[in-house]
């Protein structure tokens, strides 16, 4: 059975720093493209960030490139998120989702993990 | 940017048929994907490359995707289908996923 389990989260000040962990279960980590997607309360997903199979290509949305860094550790089967500079619109839940085999379509999800940036 | 569109809500009987729009300028040269997401729950994938169901995902549910507009269409409605859907894309010009609006659909 698949699983990805998020950690990490809490309430941080702006301008803080998080480093959030999404440690995968069930299915082979090594070579697998991993994502995060967040969402503010009430309010839609939106993508943060995607980390290729082979750990070699990353991308960022313009909203957080420059203050978060995706990364992987293969031999703990965990994906990470760092965040720095953290602003008060980076408030929400932060879910981890594996994508298809495929390519693609993000075929297993976390339940997420809680970020709150406020002062 | 890469906006994709979609309907703020959609409201249908029970047993009737709830067709969820995504649209956006050439939408249909990408492979579209949805998802459904209840109130307090992670996003489940129901739909991949624009028509392919998961495993698990009942034959209900199906998808196209034409020219400017991708659909998601659920037949038979069952109260159980009441969340809120959105679709995905990966928008290869700037190296970027994109999620739809959202569309929150009501089990009358």
């Known amino acids: 059975e698949v699983q990805l389990l998020e950690s990490g989260g809490g309430l941080v000040q702006p301008g803080g720093s998080l480093r959030l962990s999404c440690a995968a279960s069930g299915f082979m980590f090594a070579g697998s493209a991993m994502n995060w997607v967040r969402q503010a309360p009430g309010k839609g997903l939106e993508w943060v960030s995607s980390?290729?199979?082979?750990?070699?290509?990353?991308y960022y949305a313009d909203s957080v490139k420059g203050r978060f860094t995706i990364s992987r550790d293969n031999s703990k089967n965990t994906v990470y998120l760092h965040m720095n500079s953290l602003r008060v619109e980076d408030t929400g839940l932060y879910y981890c989702?594996?994508?298809?085999?495929?390519?693609?379509?993000?075929?297993?999800w976390g339940q997420g993990t809680l970020v709150t940036v406020s002062s | 940017s890469y906006v994709l569109t979609q309907p703020p809500s959609v409201s249908v009987a029970p047993g009737e048929t709830a067709r969820i729009t995504c649209e956006e300028n050439?939408?249909?040269?990408?492979?579209v994907h949805w998802y459904q997401q209840k109130p307090g729950q992670a996003p489940v994938l129901v739909i991949y490359y624009d028509r392919d169901r998961p495993s698990g995902i009942p034959e209900r549910f199906s998808g196209s995707n034409f020219e400017n507009t991708a659909t998601l269409t659920i037949r038979r409605v069952e109260a159980g289908d009441e969340a809120d859907y959105y679709c995905?894309?990966?928008?290869?010009?700037?190296?970027?996923?994109?999620f739809g609006t959202g569309t929150k659909v009501t089990v009358l």
């Open positions: 050439n939408i249909g040269t990408k492979s």
């Open positions: 980390l290729s199979g082979s750990g070699k290509a990353t």
């Open positions: 995905h894309v990966w928008e290869s010009s700037s190296d970027h996923y994109v």
């Open positions: 989702a594996k994508e298809r085999t495929t390519g693609l379509a993000y075929e297993y």
